[in-house]
């Protein structure tokens, strides 16, 4: 009787064990959620405010041109850099697509940009990074892998510079992407050729509250989020042919 009793009070300590361990694991898996959510807005905000510094900075003239035949956009908030000899880049944003009949937006899906480069690297740099997707091999790229910039898809750096608006002609630009980066530190430039972009699949999640692809976003477009509105109109209003 004493031993059933022991096996009894061991029993009902391992289910509360279990259960316990189960909530615990319930209760982080719903914070975790939710500070993703609250990260993927904050970096929703953070994007429409990089574009709209970018656009009303007169070093970047040139993009108001190319934004107009482009048909997607990656914007990176923050794009860090740093190291001596050795140094790593790396920073989360968003892609938009335009949609080819009406012209309209997407709404935005997420992604990382990072690489490891070698070199002399004295100091550390942070950029605000917008990136143009300029033709349909670019979208089909982001949609289907991970992208390596210089590999999969090529990418140039746009010109920095007056004179842009008003221009009769706009430079042609055989690459697939170009990218414009304000820069904040020592170096002198940031150069993303090499670098990767990949899909940030727990922002997008959590953004749209389901398990959801590039694809569902930008070309099925089956998703939405309101918080993206103001980034939307941001875009609609520069891009505007």
Sequence with gaps: MRFAFRDFLLSGLKLFTVLLAATLL???????????????????DKARVTFTELMNDSSFS???????HAKGVLIFPQVLKGGFFLGGSGGTGVLLVREGGSGKWSEPAFYTVGSVTFGLQ????????????????????????TVKLGGDASIAVGPIGGGAKGAVTVPAVTADFVSFAKSKGLYAGLNLEGSVLAVRDSLNQAYYGKTTTPRDIIVKRNVKNPGAGSLRAMLQKYSAR
Excluded at 122 to 140: P, R, S, W, Y
């Design 26 to 44: 319930c209760g982080t898996t719903s914070m975790a959620a939710d500070t993703d959510k609250i990260d993927a807005q904050s970096l929703v």
């Design 62 to 68: 040139w993009l108001h041109d190319y934004i107009r």
């Design 122 to 145: 004295i100091g550390g740099e942070a950029a605000e990074v917008v990136m143009l997707a300029m033709n349909q091999k670019a979208i089909d790229t982001l949609v289907t892998s």
